[in-house]
């Protein structure tokens, strides 16, 4: 399945995890392209399981649950690594929703690279401050080398990072933060300019 995108979505207690599988359903280019879909829940308990095991009923895709529990999201993008079928690895966040060119975009960037980052917007409520919207933290930004990444909206070639040993470094998983390169072994780095929006 060397073509075949595995979109990974690591889940914590987020209602708004059912709306990111909601905006899956409107991808674009899906025809060309095989997808699966794999929820990491991170809670302690499987509680949410079911409700994704329904939910996948009347899902366009399949869908696997993954129980990974501990409040590390380390060790859910690890579980991701080791449950994914595919090559290619498509991750958002349980806060974020796609576009619908969200996956057509990542698929294209993918040529001669290892990693693809897109950006990601944040969409602020109208009871926000000002000052909130116009800094605008929430929104990533692809600046600088991979080491520095984000895995709310990219996609990563899981061969590599098998065949170099690569994981996701678990003493950061608490911080939410960008846990990836840690074997010294830097990614060919792709810049997908297209955005997923975060709720």
């Given amino acids: 399945m060397q073509d075949a995108v595995t979109i990974c979505m690591c889940t914590f207690r987020r209602e708004s995890a059912f709306a990111a599988l ?34 996948a009923a009347n899902f366009p895709f399949p869908l696997r649950y993954v129980h990974a529990p501990a409040r590390n999201i380390s060790i859910a993008r690890n579980a991701a690594l080791t449950h994914a079928r595919t090559r290619w690895l498509a991750f958002i966040d349980d806060d974020e929703v796609a576009t619908p060119d969200w996956l057509k975009h990542l698929a294209m960037a993918r040529n001669r690279t290892d990693v693809v980052i897109g950006r990601c917007e944040a969409v602020y409520g109208p009871d926000l401050p ?46 939410g933060g960008r846990t990836l390169f840690s074997s010294g072994r830097s990614p060919r780095l792709g810049d997908a300019s297209f955005t997923a929006r975060m709720q």
Avoid at 141 to 153: K, V
């Fill in 130 to 175: 000002a000052w909130v919207r116009a800094c605008d933290f929430h929104s990533n930004r692809i600046r600088g080398n991979p080491t520095n990444a984000y895995t709310s909206n990219a996609l990563i070639d899981r061969d590599f990072l098998l065949r170099h040993g690569i994981r996701f470094r678990i003493e950061l998983g608490r911080t």
């Fill in 22 to 55: 909601d905006s899956f359903s409107g991808l674009e280019g899906t025809g060309e392209l095989p997808v699966e879909v794999l929820i990491i829940d991170n809670d302690e308990t499987d509680a949410l399981q079911t409700r994704f095991e329904a939910y």
